[in-house]
Protein backbone atom coordinates (compact mmCIF):
# COMPACT_ATOMS: atom_id res chain seq x y z
CA UNK A 1 0.00 0.00 0.00
CA UNK A 2 2.82 2.26 0.98
CA UNK A 3 4.20 1.86 -2.80
CA UNK A 4 1.43 2.35 -4.53
CA UNK A 5 0.42 5.40 -2.38
CA UNK A 6 3.76 6.89 -3.25
CA UNK A 7 3.39 6.16 -6.94
CA UNK A 8 0.22 7.76 -6.90
CA UNK A 9 1.40 10.69 -5.68
CA UNK A 10 4.35 10.76 -7.86
CA UNK A 11 1.91 10.68 -11.09
CA UNK A 12 -0.60 13.48 -9.30
CA UNK A 13 3.03 15.41 -9.02
CA UNK A 14 4.17 14.88 -12.71
CA UNK A 15 0.50 15.86 -13.95
CA UNK A 16 0.39 18.60 -12.20
CA UNK A 17 4.27 19.31 -13.86
CA UNK A 18 2.86 18.67 -17.74
CA UNK A 19 -0.20 20.84 -16.88
CA UNK A 20 1.96 24.38 -15.35
CA UNK A 21 4.18 23.64 -18.58
CA UNK A 22 1.41 22.92 -21.04
CA UNK A 23 -0.17 26.66 -19.97
CA UNK A 24 3.59 28.51 -19.82
CA UNK A 25 3.69 26.77 -23.35
CA UNK A 26 0.35 27.94 -24.54
CA UNK A 27 0.64 31.38 -23.12
CA UNK A 28 3.72 31.77 -24.69
CA UNK A 29 2.54 30.70 -28.36
CA UNK A 30 -0.36 33.31 -27.99
CA UNK A 31 1.75 35.90 -27.48
CA UNK A 32 3.81 35.02 -30.41
CA UNK A 33 0.88 34.31 -32.49
CA UNK A 34 -0.74 37.47 -31.80
CA UNK A 35 2.78 39.69 -32.65
CA UNK A 36 2.44 37.55 -36.26
CA UNK A 37 -0.40 38.51 -36.75
CA UNK A 38 0.24 42.10 -36.06
CA UNK A 39 2.81 42.54 -38.26
CA UNK A 40 1.28 40.44 -40.81
CA UNK A 41 -1.73 42.82 -40.90
CA UNK A 42 0.12 46.26 -39.91
CA UNK A 43 -2.24 46.36 -37.07
CA UNK A 44 -1.77 49.58 -34.57
CA UNK A 45 -2.43 47.17 -31.85
CA UNK A 46 -1.71 43.55 -30.54
CA UNK A 47 -4.57 41.67 -31.09
CA UNK A 48 -6.27 39.13 -28.41
CA UNK A 49 -5.19 35.48 -29.60
CA UNK A 50 -6.41 32.77 -27.54
CA UNK A 51 -5.26 28.96 -28.16
CA UNK A 52 -8.88 26.58 -27.19
CA UNK A 53 -8.22 22.95 -26.08
CA UNK A 54 -6.30 20.77 -23.92
CA UNK A 55 -3.42 19.88 -23.92
CA UNK A 56 -1.74 22.31 -26.19
CA UNK A 57 1.72 20.50 -26.33
CA UNK A 58 0.15 17.12 -28.12
CA UNK A 59 -1.53 19.21 -30.36
CA UNK A 60 1.61 20.74 -31.41
CA UNK A 61 3.19 17.77 -31.60
CA UNK A 62 0.72 16.84 -34.14
CA UNK A 63 0.99 19.83 -36.22
CA UNK A 64 -2.46 21.36 -35.97
CA UNK A 65 -4.57 23.12 -33.53
CA UNK A 66 -8.39 22.59 -32.95
CA UNK A 67 -9.30 26.30 -32.42
CA UNK A 68 -8.03 29.52 -32.35
CA UNK A 69 -10.01 32.42 -31.10
CA UNK A 70 -8.70 35.83 -32.45
CA UNK A 71 -9.75 39.64 -31.40
CA UNK A 72 -9.11 42.79 -33.43
CA UNK A 73 -10.57 45.99 -31.61
CA UNK A 74 -10.25 48.45 -34.20
CA UNK A 75 -9.19 46.63 -37.59
CA UNK A 76 -9.09 49.51 -40.98
CA UNK A 77 -9.91 47.45 -44.05
CA UNK A 78 -9.70 49.07 -47.85
CA UNK A 79 -13.38 50.44 -48.62
CA UNK A 80 -12.76 48.98 -52.48
CA UNK A 81 -10.72 51.97 -54.55
CA UNK A 82 -7.46 51.75 -53.16
CA UNK A 83 -7.42 55.10 -51.06
CA UNK A 84 -10.17 54.65 -48.37
CA UNK A 85 -10.70 52.99 -44.88
CA UNK A 86 -13.78 51.42 -43.22
CA UNK A 87 -12.89 51.01 -39.74
CA UNK A 88 -14.38 47.65 -38.69
CA UNK A 89 -14.96 47.21 -34.39
CA UNK A 90 -14.75 44.40 -32.20
CA UNK A 91 -13.39 42.39 -34.77
CA UNK A 92 -14.05 38.37 -33.38
CA UNK A 93 -13.12 35.25 -35.20
CA UNK A 94 -12.89 31.39 -34.55
CA UNK A 95 -10.45 29.31 -36.50
CA UNK A 96 -10.60 25.88 -36.77
CA UNK A 97 -8.30 23.40 -37.69
CA UNK A 98 -5.12 25.17 -37.73
CA UNK A 99 -2.17 23.64 -39.46
CA UNK A 100 1.31 25.35 -39.30
CA UNK A 101 4.61 25.17 -40.34
CA UNK A 102 7.91 23.62 -38.63
CA UNK A 103 9.00 26.56 -38.10
CA UNK A 104 5.82 28.25 -37.20
CA UNK A 105 6.37 30.84 -40.17
CA UNK A 106 2.66 30.32 -41.22
CA UNK A 107 -0.63 29.29 -40.07
CA UNK A 108 -3.53 28.18 -41.76
CA UNK A 109 -7.31 27.60 -40.70
CA UNK A 110 -8.88 25.12 -42.25
CA UNK A 111 -12.45 27.04 -41.70
CA UNK A 112 -13.20 30.61 -39.91
CA UNK A 113 -16.30 32.24 -38.67
CA UNK A 114 -16.63 35.44 -36.49
CA UNK A 115 -18.89 38.73 -36.03
CA UNK A 116 -17.91 41.99 -36.19
CA UNK A 117 -19.31 45.73 -36.48
CA UNK A 118 -19.37 48.62 -38.66
CA UNK A 119 -20.25 52.26 -37.07
CA UNK A 120 -22.99 54.19 -38.59
CA UNK A 121 -20.91 57.09 -38.99
CA UNK A 122 -18.34 55.04 -41.22
CA UNK A 123 -21.05 53.58 -43.00
CA UNK A 124 -22.13 57.31 -44.08
CA UNK A 125 -19.20 57.83 -45.25
CA UNK A 126 -20.36 56.51 -48.24
CA UNK A 127 -23.85 57.85 -48.73
CA UNK A 128 -24.29 61.47 -50.83
CA UNK A 129 -23.59 63.54 -48.02
CA UNK A 130 -23.44 66.82 -50.15
CA UNK A 131 -26.84 68.49 -51.55
CA UNK A 132 -27.19 66.54 -55.17
CA UNK A 133 -29.86 68.16 -57.00
CA UNK A 134 -32.48 64.80 -57.83
CA UNK A 135 -35.12 67.17 -59.78
CA UNK A 136 -35.44 71.01 -60.63
CA UNK A 137 -35.18 73.32 -58.14
CA UNK A 138 -34.62 70.22 -55.56
CA UNK A 139 -32.00 68.85 -53.74
CA UNK A 140 -31.22 66.17 -51.10
CA UNK A 141 -29.02 64.19 -49.32
CA UNK A 142 -28.41 61.87 -46.71
CA UNK A 143 -27.83 63.32 -43.07
CA UNK A 144 -27.97 60.80 -40.93
CA UNK A 145 -28.02 56.45 -40.41
CA UNK A 146 -29.37 54.81 -37.46
CA UNK A 147 -31.06 51.44 -36.71
CA UNK A 148 -34.63 51.15 -37.60
CA UNK A 149 -35.85 48.08 -35.48
CA UNK A 150 -36.43 45.05 -37.04
CA UNK A 151 -33.12 44.93 -39.40
CA UNK A 152 -33.40 48.08 -40.79
CA UNK A 153 -31.36 50.99 -40.85
CA UNK A 154 -33.03 54.35 -40.98
CA UNK A 155 -31.83 56.69 -43.52
CA UNK A 156 -32.73 59.97 -43.15
CA UNK A 157 -32.66 62.58 -45.79
CA UNK A 158 -32.55 66.14 -45.67
CA UNK A 159 -34.08 68.18 -48.88
CA UNK A 160 -34.19 71.61 -50.31
CA UNK A 161 -37.49 72.45 -52.14
CA UNK A 162 -36.84 76.02 -54.34
CA UNK A 163 -34.79 77.24 -51.82
CA UNK A 164 -36.36 76.57 -49.10
CA UNK A 165 -35.21 73.25 -46.77
CA UNK A 166 -37.71 71.33 -45.59
CA UNK A 167 -38.59 71.74 -41.75
CA UNK A 168 -37.93 68.01 -41.12
CA UNK A 169 -35.45 65.39 -42.82
CA UNK A 170 -37.61 62.21 -43.94
CA UNK A 171 -36.68 59.14 -43.70
CA UNK A 172 -37.22 55.86 -44.74
CA UNK A 173 -36.81 52.33 -43.76
CA UNK A 174 -33.66 50.63 -45.71
CA UNK A 175 -32.96 46.59 -46.21
CA UNK A 176 -29.06 46.07 -45.57
CA UNK A 177 -27.61 43.00 -47.53
CA UNK A 178 -23.92 41.49 -48.59
CA UNK A 179 -23.55 40.99 -51.63
CA UNK A 180 -20.90 38.99 -53.62
CA UNK A 181 -18.85 38.27 -50.10
CA UNK A 182 -17.34 41.81 -50.00
CA UNK A 183 -19.84 44.93 -49.98
CA UNK A 184 -22.97 46.15 -47.80
CA UNK A 185 -25.63 47.12 -49.43
CA UNK A 186 -28.52 49.12 -48.37
CA UNK A 187 -31.65 49.60 -50.27
CA UNK A 188 -34.68 51.52 -49.36
CA UNK A 189 -37.78 49.72 -49.02
CA UNK A 190 -39.84 52.71 -50.33
CA UNK A 191 -39.48 56.00 -51.43
CA UNK A 192 -39.29 59.20 -49.09
CA UNK A 193 -41.39 62.14 -50.37
CA UNK A 194 -40.08 65.67 -50.48
CA UNK A 195 -42.79 68.41 -49.92
CA UNK A 196 -44.79 66.79 -52.34
CA UNK A 197 -43.11 67.41 -55.62
CA UNK A 198 -42.58 64.35 -57.88
CA UNK A 199 -39.39 62.87 -58.80
CA UNK A 200 -38.70 60.26 -60.37
CA UNK A 201 -37.85 56.43 -58.70
CA UNK A 202 -34.25 56.46 -60.20
CA UNK A 203 -33.00 59.74 -59.23
CA UNK A 204 -34.20 59.52 -55.61
CA UNK A 205 -32.58 55.76 -55.19
CA UNK A 206 -29.21 58.10 -56.21
CA UNK A 207 -29.72 59.60 -53.43
CA UNK A 208 -31.59 56.93 -50.36
CA UNK A 209 -29.26 53.97 -52.14
CA UNK A 210 -25.66 53.28 -51.53
CA UNK A 211 -23.22 49.85 -51.13
CA UNK A 212 -19.87 49.76 -49.30
CA UNK A 213 -17.52 47.74 -50.46
CA UNK A 214 -14.62 46.03 -47.85
CA UNK A 215 -11.76 44.49 -49.05
CA UNK A 216 -8.70 42.85 -47.38
CA UNK A 217 -10.32 41.69 -44.11
CA UNK A 218 -8.04 39.48 -42.03
CA UNK A 219 -6.72 35.97 -43.68
CA UNK A 220 -9.22 36.53 -46.75
CA UNK A 221 -12.29 36.26 -44.75
CA UNK A 222 -15.52 37.36 -46.53
CA UNK A 223 -18.97 39.02 -45.58
CA UNK A 224 -21.84 36.36 -44.78
CA UNK A 225 -24.41 38.35 -43.26
CA UNK A 226 -25.23 41.67 -42.47
CA UNK A 227 -27.88 43.45 -40.22
CA UNK A 228 -28.64 46.49 -38.80
CA UNK A 229 -28.27 46.86 -34.60
CA UNK A 230 -28.47 49.75 -31.92
CA UNK A 231 -24.93 50.61 -32.37
CA UNK A 232 -24.46 50.43 -35.89
CA UNK A 233 -23.95 47.40 -38.66
CA UNK A 234 -23.54 43.66 -37.42
CA UNK A 235 -21.56 41.63 -39.82
CA UNK A 236 -20.70 37.71 -39.57
CA UNK A 237 -17.85 36.73 -41.73
CA UNK A 238 -16.64 33.37 -42.87
CA UNK A 239 -13.41 31.95 -44.78
CA UNK A 240 -11.85 28.59 -46.02
CA UNK A 241 -8.06 28.53 -46.48
CA UNK A 242 -7.46 31.18 -43.86
CA UNK A 243 -4.01 32.29 -43.52
CA UNK A 244 -3.36 33.44 -40.18
CA UNK A 245 0.61 34.10 -40.75
CA UNK A 246 3.04 33.54 -43.57
Known amino acids: MRALRILLIFV?????????ADRVAVHFAEGEAADRLKTTENLSATPDVSIKGFPFLTQVVG??????????TDYE??????????????????MRGVEFS???SSATATSATGTATIAYDELLKT???????????????????SDGGNGKIKVTV??????????EPVSVLSSV???????????ADGLPKFGGVEIAESRVRAITDFQQKIDGL??????????????????????SNVRLAG
Open 77 to 94: AAAGNGAEKIRIDDLRAD
Open 12 to 20: VILGGLFVI
Open 218 to 239: PGGIQLDKVQAAPDGVEITVKG
Open 63 to 72: GSLDDIEVGI
Open 177 to 187: TVIDGDTVRVK
Open 158 to 167: EATVLGTKLP
Open 127 to 145: AKSEPTQVAPGVTAHVVGL
Open 102 to 104: GDY
